[in-house]
């Protein structure tokens, strides 16, 4: 099998590393990937949104399955394209990944399947936005509808800071026309677990549950990020649990999209929050989540390749998924600054002395090759996992070799996997 990864962060290596472990995938390409992808497969120079060039690279090279990992050009309809043209994608369509990229579509959806979720109001003018915030109470919650790059949602617990979040938003245009319309919702209070599940459009199947950590700093101070780290499994998940997000969350959010004529085939991500009243779903994305990926894939027993294929040909229903009964944990190590201005090219040390340490895997993020030396690129540069029989194990596994890697200016939570034994029941 020709196999091809689209994306360069720390979720493709992942997704690269477990592919390459499948004896069924002979060749193995990402576009663009970065330094630690060029180490499990070949890195084709192409960007992930240049959706033409990537078409016409796949068909020139026969490849015989994409698994496409970030959001972007799912939402540029890489699926459709692939498809006109028969080639076998993981990942759903342009509409179908509407469920992410349009925050109304995806709530007013989620209302119409009877999925929990947060009572909203949908709002495109500024002035009846902002009249209605007079009359609800506080805290509440402000969306930008379109993709945002992570920066669209403001959690605000005074009215000043709703109206901010508004001008921002409608009036200042920051986000483009992903500020066209907004959501103002009510604010859910409960720990927030990552539910990701394989869907052929018709069977859904989740995978081990995750927490991720997005504040920037300890004690999940600071701004919000892509994700600083996570583990996995969610300490608070029980199979009681996971069996109402299947029946409540995934099975009529993939129905229900196939009755609109839009067959979900990839991964739905439901970002759930446990509240005191039962789970409620925050969101949903239409893609691998990153890390949660770093810390899901270690854990997979079932051949990837054979379950992403069994997608792709709509008879998941013959898989059996199988999971180590490990914990697992990903640190990252991001540049300084992140997520606000950082700086890029700062050559990185100790990754060989990590390598061949037992069940730990540094998964690049952002980094690239520079006349023969790995260097930070991006934001995130590197996720560091780590697996063991217990969380404790995985952690100090991870934290031993984030310890051994440097480059300057790094940056790192020192309680990534914490949030288990504080607020959950441990392990
Ligand atoms: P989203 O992009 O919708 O997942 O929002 C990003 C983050 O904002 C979530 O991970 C939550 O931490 C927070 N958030 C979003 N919606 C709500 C809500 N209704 N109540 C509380 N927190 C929320
Ligand atoms: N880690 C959050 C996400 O992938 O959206």
Known sequence: MRVLVVGAGGREHALAWALRRSPRVEELFVAPGNAGTDSVAVNVPIKASDIDGLTEWARGNEIDLTVVGPESPLALGIADRFGEVGLPVFGPSREAARIETSKVFSKVFMQEEGIPTADFEVFQDFDKATAYLQKCPFPLVVKADGLAGGKGVSVCHVRQEAEDALQVIMEDRVFGDAGTRVVIEECLTGQEVSVLAFSDGQTVMPMVTSQDHKAAYDGDKGPNTGGMGCYAPMSLMTPELLDEIQRRVLQPAVDGLRLRGLPYV????AGMILTPTGPQALEFNCRFGDPETQVILPLLRTDLADVLEACVEGRLHEMTLRWSKEASVCVVIASGGYPKNYRTGYPISGLDEVADLPDVQVFHAGTALKDGMI??????VLGVSAWGDTLTQAINRAYCAVGR???????????????????????
């Open 405 to 427: 890697i440097r480059f300057r200016d790094q940056h790192f939570r020192h309680d990534i996997g914490q949030k288990a034994f504080t607020e959950g029941v441990g392990m």
């Open 375 to 380: 260097v930070t690129a991006g934001g995130r």
């Open 266 to 269: 990839g991964v739905l991500y």
